[in-house]
């Protein structure tokens, strides 16, 4: 049973606190940062130069990243790779203190001091004719490789995205590449349909009844849902769990799952699974263990950033210390 205090935070009594903020994600030259891309004041793309990651890479599977010397392992989906680049992509949502830090430190032309992967075993691109490809927010990048592997296996390919409004739509070119049909959803009507990407499940299911396969990421109750709305038609739905990880190998059963009425590890057994066997509240529960320690870190590191005046993270800031912008964010984007 894994334990907060072995979660990635992995930090024992002779370790030092972490020096954030302040702290550069200077790492080894092998995990260097050579673009990064803001989508929203939370959400931001890094694309890091590792050649043998991006070679062995497979959609649906994740790295751990250890932003800096001190820094804990948190478990990053790969959202995209480019072995002829050499490099490889994260879409990351700064929910806490990890992410929040590396939003703040990684810049172009930085490194990140650990990027252990690929992990977990890679998704089952079958012989499915017809597949929906469903991203909700942030799920929205990690869905992208597995709609693009379903294209290039010769599947007719529909995405459905859904975010909160038009100003957080991210990576429409790149769905529109690789679909044979988009369909956005929002919750405000702002862009496409307005409702949950469900709308968007039941428009595709009611216009293809021929549907062999249906793909969800996105936070749990999204991907609950989406199971539930394709259950009633018996369409195989999987989904990428994200519990809790520590050492991602196996080890420690911080992930476990219940998926079918059996226990399994995420990091080894998945991230995939049937979305129509697994325990999602039981997923959800496990989730929130560790919420008050979570916020007692996010306490303590935004006092550190206070205590050094270092400028809470904006974009603009951000771009001003070189690590966003056109130069570094534009420029031979994976495709
Ligand atoms: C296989 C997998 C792939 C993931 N892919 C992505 C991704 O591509 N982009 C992205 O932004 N996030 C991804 N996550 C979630 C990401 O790992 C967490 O958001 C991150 O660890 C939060 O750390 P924090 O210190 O910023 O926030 P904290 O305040 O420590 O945690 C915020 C919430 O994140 C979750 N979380 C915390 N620690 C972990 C951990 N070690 N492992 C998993 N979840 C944790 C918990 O639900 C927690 O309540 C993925 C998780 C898994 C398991
Ligand atoms: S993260 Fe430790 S067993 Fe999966």
């Given at each position: 049973?894994?334990?907060?205090?072995?979660?990635?935070?992995?930090?024992?009594?002779?370790?030092?606190?972490?020096?954030?903020?302040?702290?550069?994600?200077?790492?080894?030259p092998?995990?260097?940062?050579?673009?990064?891309?803001?989508?929203?004041?939370?959400?931001?793309?890094?694309?890091?130069?590792?050649?043998?990651?991006?070679?062995?890479?497979?959609?649906?599977?994740?790295?751990?990243?250890?932003?800096h010397?001190?820094?804990?392992?948190?478990?990053?989906?790969?959202?995209?790779?480019?072995?002829?680049?050499?490099?490889?992509?994260?879409?990351?949502?700064?929910?806490?203190?990890?992410?929040?830090?590396?939003?703040?430190?990684?810049r172009?032309?930085?490194?990140?001091?650990?990027?252990?992967?690929?992990?977990?075993?890679?998704?089952?691109?079958?012989?499915?004719?017809?597949?929906?490809?469903?991203?909700?927010?942030?799920?929205?990048?990690?869905v992208?490789?597995?709609?693009?592997?379903?294209?290039?296996?010769?599947?007719?390919?529909?995405?459905?995205?859904?975010?909160?409004?038009?100003?957080?739509?991210?990576?429409?070119?790149?769905?529109?590449?690789?679909?044979?049909?988009?369909?956005?959803?929002s919750?405000d009507?702002?862009?496409?349909?307005?409702?949950?990407?469900t709308?968007?499940?039941?428009?595709?299911?009611?216009?293809?009844?021929?549907?062999?396969?249906?793909?969800?990421?996105?936070?749990?109750?999204?991907?609950?849902?989406?199971?539930?709305?394709?259950?009633?038609?018996?369409?195989?739905?999987?989904?990428?769990?994200?519990?809790?990880?520590?050492?991602?190998?196996?080890?420690?059963?911080?992930?476990?799952v219940?998926?079918?009425?059996?226990?399994?590890?995420?990091?080894v057994?998945?991230?995939?699974?049937?979305?129509?066997?697994?325990?999602?509240?039981?997923?959800?529960?496990?989730?929130?263990?560790?919420v008050?320690?979570?916020?007692?870190?996010?306490?303590?590191?935004?006092?550190?950033?206070?205590?050094?005046?270092?400028?809470?993270?904006?974009?603009?800031?951000?771009?001003?210390?070189?690590?966003?912008?056109?130069?570094?964010?534009?420029?031979?984007?994976?495709?």
């Amino acid at each position: 049973m894994a334990r907060k205090s072995g979660k990635p935070k992995a930090k024992t009594e002779e370790q030092p606190e972490s020096p954030e903020p302040g702290h550069e994600a200077r790492g080894t030259p092998g995990f260097e940062i050579v673009a990064r891309e803001d989508f929203s004041d939370v959400t931001f793309l890094l694309e890091v130069r590792h050649p043998a990651m991006a070679k062995a890479a497979r959609p649906g599977q994740f790295v751990i990243v250890i932003t800096h010397e001190h820094g804990e392992r948190i478990p990053l989906t790969i959202a995209d790779f480019d072995r002829d680049r050499g490099t490889v992509t994260l879409v990351i949502q700064a929910v806490g203190k990890t992410t929040k830090e590396m939003q703040q430190i990684c810049r172009v032309g930085t490194a990140l001091h650990g990027v252990v992967g690929p992990m977990g075993l890679p998704s089952h691109i079958g012989d499915a004719k017809k597949v929906i490809c469903v991203g909700g927010g942030l799920g929205v990048a990690p869905v992208y490789p597995q709609a693009r592997a379903f294209k290039e296996g010769g599947a007719y390919v529909i995405g459905v995205v859904g975010f909160r409004n038009k100003d957080l739509v991210f990576w429409e070119d790149k769905f529109r590449a690789c679909c044979d049909e988009l369909i956005i959803c929002s919750d405000d009507g702002s862009v496409g349909i307005k409702g949950l990407v469900t709308k968007g499940i039941e428009a595709a299911i009611d216009k293809h009844p021929d549907i062999d396969e249906v793909v969800a990421i996105g936070p749990p109750v999204m991907m609950k849902a989406c199971a539930e709305a394709t259950r009633p038609h018996d369409i195989k739905t999987m989904v990428s769990l994200n519990p809790i990880m520590v050492d991602g190998t196996g080890m420690c059963g911080g992930c476990r799952v219940k998926v079918g009425g059996k226990v399994m590890f995420a990091c080894v057994d998945g991230p995939d699974f049937d979305g129509h066997d697994v325990d999602f509240d039981d997923l959800m529960n496990r989730l929130r263990r560790f919420v008050s320690e979570e916020k007692r870190a996010m306490e303590k590191w935004q006092e550190n950033c206070k205590r050094l005046n270092q400028e809470p993270y904006t974009p603009d800031t951000v771009a001003e210390r070189g690590g966003s912008g056109s130069a570094a964010a534009g420029t031979g984007r994976p495709s």
